[in-house]
């Protein structure tokens, strides 16, 4: 069983700081990483994808990658209320269908 | 680009009705499409995944003659919820992954369809 983990949170942090919110998984096999942004009501939105060890930024967001430890993190900087959402990590296994395993998510608040 | 949109947004119907959902891939061609299932407060949970041309494949747990799933072009996979219940009212979502550009090896979203059965 593929299993992809997240501290479902809620994390709170102020406004101006830097989020950390973190993932493992199981599978050491898995090749894809990928974080998605969803607010309440809403459906999710790739923010972040990342494929070898290391860090990729993108802006404000930089997403980690520790293959031997299983384990992938995305840090947001400068956090913004309009950053207030939950936080999903998604893990693909290298099936050619690009099938993701989703974590249950982080809620992140960010308080003004 | 890697635009994905669904139609309709939401939709209200009878107990013991068929209601169809449309996923459409808008800027790429989507080889394989997603259908997700969220309850308030849940998790995601993938339903089936379609590829263009062949027949769904779905998860376990799910009805398959219940949730018919087609993907007869590579911009377009419908869900159509039949004979629904009460107990299928929840927020549905497609996304897709594709052979070009951004969408490969990624998956898009679409917006989701909120279905509430009466």
């Known amino acids: 069983q593929k299993e992809v983990e997240q501290n479902s949170g809620p994390l709170s942090v102020p406004e101006g700081a830097i989020a950390s919110l973190n993932c493992t998984y199981s599978?050491?096999?898995?090749?894809?990483f990928f974080w998605y942004r969803q607010y309440s009501g809403k459906s999710p939105e790739l923010i972040m994808s990342i494929y070898s060890n290391g860090d990729k930024e993108d802006g404000r967001f930089t997403a980690q990658l520790n293959k031997a430890s299983q384990y992938v993190s995305l840090l947001i900087r400068d956090s913004q209320p309009s950053d207030s959402a939950t936080y999903l990590c998604?893990?693909?296994?290298?099936?050619?269908?690009?099938?993701?395993?989703f974590g249950k998510g982080t809620l992140l608040t960010v308080n003004p | 680009g890697a635009v994905v949109s669904q139609h309709p947004s939401w939709v209200i119907c009878k107990s013991g009705t068929s209601v169809k959902i449309e996923c459409r891939s808008l800027d790429f061609q989507a080889t394989t499409m997603f259908w997700y299932r969220q309850f308030p407060k849940q998790s995601l949970m993938l339903m089936a995944t379609s590829n263009e041309g062949s027949k769904a494949t779905y998860e376990q747990g799910v009805e398959k003659d219940k949730f018919l799933i087609n993907h007869a072009s590579l911009t377009l996979s419908t869900l159509t919820v039949t004979s629904a219940h009460p107990e299928d009212s929840s927020f549905y979502i497609c996304?897709?992954?594709?052979?070009?550009?951004?969408?490969?090896?990624?998956?898009?979203f679409g917006p989701g369809t909120r279905l509430t059965v009466t």
């Open positions: 996304s897709a992954t594709g052979t070009s550009g951004r969408a490969v090896r990624e998956q898009y």
């Open positions: 599978d050491r096999g898995s090749q894809s």
């Open positions: 998604a893990v693909n296994s290298g099936g050619s269908n690009y099938k993701l395993t």
